[in-house]
């Protein structure tokens, strides 16, 4: 069992920076691998980025790509987002996830086994 706390949303300007956090507990986090999904009003849930176990790989949704950074601090048990250039169209609430197969990067959010509560990232214009 793993438990998810996000935290780091906010209000920022367009052009403005947050950095998540998402705090997992329980046992063995290192060996899962981790993502990041977005909500949005009246939207379907949407993939943002992932990371495997090690933090070597990472992959981005276009959208984000060159400006959002995924890693992890498995020491910490924690992984974040970094994002940077934030737009109006980031406005959501952004959840972390986890999945058993901790080498792989997954994108579809119905592959992940464990999910956070969500924080709220508002970018005003």
């Known amino acids: 069992q793993l438990q998810l706390v996000e935290s780091g949303g906010g209000l920022v300007q367009a052009g403005g920076s947050l950095r998540l956090s998402c705090a997992a507990s329980g046992r063995s986090f290192s060996s899962y691998a981790m993502g990041w999904f977005r909500q949005a009003p009246g939207k379907e849930r949407e993939f943002v980025a992932a990371i495997s176990w090690s933090g070597g790989n990472t992959y981005y949704a276009d959208s984000v790509s060159g400006r959002f950074i995924i890693s992890r601090d498995n020491a910490k048990n924690t992984v974040y987002l970094q994002m940077n250039s934030l737009k109006p169209e980031d406005t959501a609430v952004y959840y972390c996830?986890?999945?058993?197969?901790?080498?792989?990067?997954?994108?579809?959010?119905?592959?992940?086994?464990?999910w956070g509560q969500g924080t709220q990232v508002t970018v005003s214009s």
């Open positions: 996830a986890a999945h058993f197969t901790g080498w792989e990067i997954k994108r579809k959010d119905d592959e992940y086994n464990y």
